[in-house]
């Protein structure tokens, strides 16, 4: 650990104006970004005696080897650069609001012909129209099925559509009315749209005047005396009353809100939000932090609606909002930070209108704010359940690697590498991170392996690690550079790229690294290190079959008892690797095949099949489409897609002209 002293600025070197600064660690990965009205006053309280500094403060301080600063001229250009830094170098003593994807989100393909309505979790994508979050995703099932009588969109996946298409019959949705089925050709292209934008207007809060045109519609047939149309138009205004009941009303004059509110104590904070738009709660979602210094509610929500919106911000950009902003035109707060003018100006740039950040007193929005409070209660004291044994069996599992190993210091950072095949072919392997006790998978690498699968898996590991080091030798000039500290224009270590400044691809060295086999692969992998001169990684092999530590040259494995936390963390830093070279094997043995099934078609070369591979991602997914999608890939022609679809279903290729009766 570092001695904060030995980096500390010079006295007077550093600005009494706002700014933003970052810490990095001896590898030059920035660590922590902060921002202050005055640089001066804040870093100082940095380099105080150690002692009586928050807990994850003090952490960071001997964590780093130097500070850097970058003086603004305004604090909303500090919120900007602070919100770019931390997005782009991702230092682990910041707090990330991401969005979790165990939020289900409702997601409406806008982009395709015809349009689906599914249930989705992962990162957005354009084109697709998103609802939600919701706190479950048989909340979003139950409602779409109250909806799908009134918006009988289709649901089903792409493959099913083609398939129903086909065969010249709908599926069963399509029979009992809930699918407007246009795979049969009962509604076309642009009536499905139609319903697709209608319930997308539905859930952007347009309920109400949806309800009374079908009101009217329902007085209209009975006038008519077309009973059976009005008693379908009455049952569909009960179902989307039904449904409105699942969004309960809390504000009646249609307000476009997020109320934040916050639970907390000396080292970690909960933080709800609840998203209202038109009056109903649309949204919930909830996060539990780590602090990294003493920190009071108003910094918390600066800290928050800095991350939160920003991120909110490029994920619009990524998919499409149909015209609404991630950002309400109102954010509720329990309390006002110092700079909340600066934060209302950044906000109000994001939305492109007036955003206003204001405390509620009394009233139907203090009410709702205080249950939204209650729920932050809840859920960090289910947290301190649940977390309790995991942080201290985390600190307890490195400690006792440290021991058993006869370490210096505790592992803080473990790689590990596995080795993925099937009989000899297509093998690849796997590099997993784990720091302090936890995966972090942004730094996951995969390797196809070359010279050393003829060598079985001894040689297929020697190979890995001796690309593994010697990319970091590379990258940091063959030693590690600690930063120094300084202000504008410092220059980057060797082991960060000078256009952006963050770590290289394998700059930054594991203290362990673990290999998954026995005694022959651990010693391939250590005498790979002696080679390079790289002294100071420890190495070690997890046995699957007795569960076995293997050291470098020792004659006997060393073994954990059963109930050793040290053994559990190393078993799952094993399967981590395992998982994740299984599933790169899968990936190109898929696409192995896939090639494989299209050598010897007439007409389709190499940079055609890749990309059919490209476009369909699946041998099935090929096998399935119609010829008129296969020839609209680009540089596939139709007589080239024939043949394509006449070998993948086992038919003789048969060309156009010939079905015309045209051929010989």
């Given at each position: 650990?570092?001695?904060p002293?030995?980096y500390r600025?010079?006295?007077g070197?550093?600005p009494?104006e706002p700014?933003v600064?970052?810490?990095?660690d001896a590898?030059?990965?920035?660590?922590?970004?902060g921002?202050?009205?005055?640089?001066?006053?804040?870093?100082?309280?940095?380099?105080?005696?150690?002692a009586?500094l928050h807990p994850?403060?003090?952490?960071?301080?001997?964590?780093?080897?130097?500070?850097?600063?970058?003086?603004v001229?305004t604090?909303?250009?500090a919120l900007?650069?602070?919100?770019?830094w931390?997005k782009?170098?991702d230092?682990?003593f910041?707090?990330?609001y991401?969005d979790?994807?165990s939020?289900?989100v409702?997601?409406?393909?806008?982009?395709?012909?015809?349009?689906r309505l599914?249930?989705?979790?992962?990162?957005r994508r354009k084109?697709v129209?998103y609802?939600?979050p919701?706190?479950?995703?048989?909340?979003?099932?139950?409602?779409?099925?109250?909806?799908?009588?009134v918006f009988?969109a289709?649901?089903?996946?792409?493959?099913?559509?083609?398939r129903h298409?086909?065969?010249?019959?709908?599926c069963?949705?399509?029979?009992?009315?809930?699918?407007?089925a246009?795979?049969?050709?009962?509604?076309?292209?642009?009536e499905?749209r139609?319903?697709?934008?209608?319930?997308?207007?539905?859930?952007?809060g347009r309920?109400?005047s949806?309800v009374?045109?079908?009101?009217?519609e329902?007085n209209?047939?009975?006038?008519?005396?077309?009973?059976?149309?009005?008693?379908?138009?009455r049952?569909d205004?009960?179902?989307?009353?039904?449904?409105m009941?699942k969004?309960?009303?809390?504000?009646?004059d249609g307000t476009?809100?997020d109320?934040v509110a916050?639970a907390?104590d000396?080292l970690?904070a909960?933080?709800?939000v609840?998203?209202v738009?038109?009056?109903?709660?649309r949204?919930?979602?909830?996060?539990?932090?780590d602090?990294?210094?003493e920190t009071?509610?108003?910094?918390?929500?600066a800290?928050?609606?800095?991350?939160f919106y920003?991120?909110?911000?490029a994920l619009a950009e990524q998919s499409?909002t149909g015209g609404?902003?991630?950002?309400p035109?109102?954010?509720l707060v329990?309390e006002?930070?110092?700079?909340?003018?600066?934060l209302?100006?950044?906000?109000?740039?994001?939305?492109?209108?007036r955003v206003?950040l204001?405390v509620?007193?009394r009233g139907d929005?203090r009410?709702?704010l205080?249950?939204?409070?209650?729920n932050?209660?809840e859920?960090f004291?289910?947290h301190?359940?649940?977390?309790?044994?995991d942080?201290?069996?985390?600190s307890?599992?490195l400690q006792?690697?440290?021991d058993a190993l006869?370490?210096?210091t505790?592992?803080l950072?473990?790689e590990?590498?596995?080795?993925?095949?099937?009989?000899?072919?297509?093998?690849?392997?796997?590099?997993?991170v784990f720091?302090?006790?936890?995966?972090r998978k942004?730094?996951?690498?995969?390797?196809?392996v070359r010279?050393?699968?003829e060598?079985?898996?001894?040689?297929s590991?020697?190979?890995?690690?001796r690309?593994?080091?010697t990319?970091?030798l590379r990258?940091?000039?063959?030693?590690r550079?600690?930063?120094?500290?300084g202000g504008?224009g410092?220059t980057?270590?060797?082991?960060?790229?000078?256009?952006?400044?963050r770590?290289?691809k394998f700059a930054?060295?594991?203290?362990?690294?673990v290999v998954?086999?026995?005694a022959p692969q651990?010693n391939?992998a250590?005498?790979?290190l002696t080679?390079?001169?790289i002294?100071d990684?420890?190495v070690?092999?997890?046995a699957?079959?007795l569960e076995?530590?293997?050291?470098?040259?020792?004659?006997d494995?060393?073994?954990?008892?059963?109930?050793?936390?040290?053994l559990?963390?190393?078993q799952r830093v094993r399967d981590?690797?395992?998982?994740?070279?299984i599933?790169?094997h899968?990936?190109?043995?898929s696409?192995?095949?896939?090639e494989?099934?299209?050598?010897g078609?007439?007409g389709?070369g190499?940079a055609r099949?890749v990309?059919?591979?490209?476009?369909f991602?699946s041998l099935?997914?090929?096998?399935?489409a119609?010829?008129?999608e296969?020839?609209?890939?680009?540089?596939v022609?139709r007589r080239?897609?024939?043949?394509?679809?006449?070998?993948l279903?086992g038919?003789?290729?048969?060309?156009g002209?010939?079905?015309n009766?045209?051929g010989?």
């Amino acid at each position: 650990m570092a001695d904060p002293s030995t980096y500390r600025p010079a006295p007077g070197t550093i600005p009494d104006e706002p700014g933003v600064y970052k810490f990095r660690d001896a590898a030059g990965r920035v660590i922590y970004v902060g921002k202050a009205k005055s640089l001066r006053s804040r870093l100082a309280s940095y380099f105080a005696d150690p002692a009586s500094l928050h807990p994850r403060t003090r952490q960071m301080v001997t964590t780093a080897v130097g500070v850097e600063w970058t003086v603004v001229s305004t604090e909303v250009e500090a919120l900007q650069l602070e919100y770019s830094w931390i997005k782009e170098f991702d230092p682990r003593f910041n707090v990330r609001y991401r969005d979790d994807k165990s939020y289900p989100v409702l997601a409406v393909t806008l982009h395709e012909e015809f349009p689906r309505l599914h249930v989705y979790r992962g990162p957005r994508r354009k084109g697709v129209r998103y609802f939600g979050p919701y706190s479950h995703a048989w909340a979003i099932r139950e409602t779409l099925d109250l909806l799908l009588r009134v918006f009988p969109a289709r649901t089903c996946t792409n493959g099913v559509f083609r398939r129903h298409q086909q065969m010249g019959r709908p599926c069963l949705l399509g029979y009992i009315g809930k699918c407007a089925a246009p795979c049969v050709g009962r509604v076309d292209a642009e009536e499905h749209r139609r319903i697709v934008e209608n319930f997308c207007d539905f859930l952007s809060g347009r309920t109400d005047s949806m309800v009374r045109q079908l009101e009217r519609e329902m007085n209209a047939a009975a006038e008519k005396l077309e009973f059976e149309r009005a008693a379908r138009l009455r049952d569909d205004i009960a179902a989307l009353r039904r449904a409105m009941e699942k969004q309960a009303v809390v504000l009646g004059d249609g307000t476009d809100a997020d109320v934040v509110a916050f639970a907390q104590d000396e080292l970690e904070a909960a933080v709800q939000v609840f998203h209202v738009r038109g009056g109903r709660v649309r949204g919930q979602r909830g996060w539990v932090i780590d602090k990294v210094e003493e920190t009071d509610t108003p910094a918390l929500v600066a800290r928050f609606l800095t991350q939160f919106y920003g991120e909110q911000a490029a994920l619009a950009e990524q998919s499409d909002t149909g015209g609404t902003s991630p950002v309400p035109r109102e954010v509720l707060v329990p309390e006002l930070p110092p700079d909340a003018e600066a934060l209302a100006d950044w906000l109000s740039g994001l939305r492109g209108a007036r955003v206003r950040l204001r405390v509620p007193q009394r009233g139907d929005k203090r009410a709702l704010l205080e249950t939204v409070a209650r729920n932050a209660a809840e859920a960090f004291a289910q947290h301190k359940l649940r977390r309790a044994g995991d942080l201290t069996a985390r600190s307890a599992a490195l400690q006792e690697l440290q021991d058993a190993l006869g370490l210096d210091t505790a592992p803080l950072r473990i790689e590990c590498v596995d080795v993925s095949h099937v009989q000899g072919s297509d093998v690849v392997a796997s590099l997993v991170v784990f720091e302090d006790g936890l995966p972090r998978k942004s730094e996951y690498r995969r390797f196809a392996v070359r010279d050393g699968a003829e060598r079985g898996d001894v040689g297929s590991i020697a190979e890995v690690v001796r690309r593994r080091f010697t990319a970091y030798l590379r990258e940091t000039g063959g030693h590690r550079v600690a930063s120094t500290a300084g202000g504008d224009g410092a220059t980057a270590p060797p082991g960060l790229d000078p256009e952006t400044g963050r770590p290289r691809k394998f700059a930054y060295p594991p203290n362990l690294l673990v290999v998954d086999g026995g005694a022959p692969q651990v010693n391939a992998a250590a005498d790979e290190l002696t080679e390079l001169g790289i002294t100071d990684v420890a190495v070690i092999g997890l046995a699957k079959r007795l569960e076995e530590v293997w050291l470098p040259g020792e004659p006997d494995p060393l073994i954990l008892p059963r109930t050793s936390e040290a053994l559990y963390l190393l078993q799952r830093v094993r399967d981590e690797a395992h998982r994740f070279a299984i599933t790169y094997h899968r990936q190109k043995r898929s696409r192995r095949m896939v090639e494989s099934a299209l050598d010897g078609i007439p007409g389709l070369g190499q940079a055609r099949r890749v990309a059919l591979l490209k476009h369909f991602g699946s041998l099935r997914r090929l096998r399935e489409a119609t010829i008129e999608e296969i020839s609209a890939v680009p540089g596939v022609g139709r007589r080239t897609a024939e043949a394509v679809h006449a070998a993948l279903r086992g038919e003789s290729s048969v060309t156009g002209a010939e079905r015309n009766g045209e051929g010989e």
